[in-house]
């Protein structure tokens, strides 16, 4: 169940990497549903991750900087050698291979340490 999923990763960032996260939510549809998870970081910023079946978006917001790994097949990044996963480095338009993790509890580390080295800056 997509919820429990949700917590685990919850509990991850928080054990794992409360030095960067302060807290986070399950934000949740109008039927009660799991949507995604929101953890929010010490500069304010916030880190959403959605997972739906086969489908996955780690998606970091910086003021206007978006880093996201997702795997929606957009035509528009076929020649991405990862297709269809591909990461948003920066912003929308700028989009290179993606190796993150499969597993949800990989990649959410994965995630959260590129968050931790971009925070370090």
């Known amino acids: 169940m997509i919820f429990d999923v949700y917590r685990r990763l919850y509990k991850i960032a928080l054990k794992e990497f409360d030095d960067i996260v ?3 939510e399950i934000i949740r549809l109008p039927s ?3 949507l995604k998870l ?3 970081l010490l500069d304010n910023s916030f880190v959403d991750v959605w997972i739906s079946k086969n489908k996955y978006s780690y998606h970091w917001q910086k003021g206007s900087l978006i880093f996201r ?6 035509e528009k990044w076929k020649f991405v050698k990862t297709f269809p996963k591909h990461f948003h480095n920066g912003s929308e338009e700028d989009v290179v291979e993606s190796y993150i993790s499969d597993d949800p509890e990989v990649a959410i580390r994965e995630f959260l340490n590129f968050v931790r080295n971009k925070l370090k800056l």
């Open 38 to 40: 929101r953890l929010y």
């Open 69 to 74: 790994h997702d795997n929606a097949p957009h």
């Open 32 to 34: 009660g549903a799991p």
């Open 22 to 24: 302060v807290k986070g």
